[in-house]
């Protein structure tokens, strides 16, 4: 069983940095990729990015890009959200997430992702 551990959430003022990062417990596990999704206060869960491991491809939610960053440490198995200009929107609980098989059409939703982490909160304050 694989398992997903995200850190790095927490408290800040908008405009502001945080760095999120998501290990996967089983050193021979790859996937295609991993990416993050969040869930903002009474709303659903929506992607935010998600990187390939073989090429490192990134691909973003359009109000995120340009201010998130998603890498990834082969050798680590971790990927990393940096995170900056935070905005109060961006308040929500972030989850990791890995996909056997990651498509295009289909990378933003839930169901194409079989590996999630217990998730992360992220409070921007205004």
């Known amino acids: 069983q694989v398992q997903l551990v995200e850190s790095g959430g927490g408290l800040v003022q908008a405009g502001n940095s945080l760095r999120l990062s998501c290990s996967a417990s089983r050193r021979t596990f790859r996937g295609d990729a991993m990416g993050w999704f969040r869930r903002a206060p009474g709303k659903g869960r929506e992607f935010v990015a998600v990187?390939?491991?073989?090429?490192?491809?990134?691909y973003y939610l359009d109000p995120v890009e340009g201010r998130f960053t998603i890498s990834r440490d082969n050798a680590k198995n971790t990927v990393y959200l940096q995170m900056n200009s935070l905005k109060p929107e961006d308040t929500a609980v972030y989850y990791c997430a890995a996909t056997n098989r990651l498509e295009i059409a289909t990378m933003t939703w839930e169901t194409e992702y079989a590996y999630w982490g217990q998730g992360t909160q992220v409070t921007v304050s205004s």
């Open positions: 990187i390939r491991w073989s090429d490192g491809k990134p």
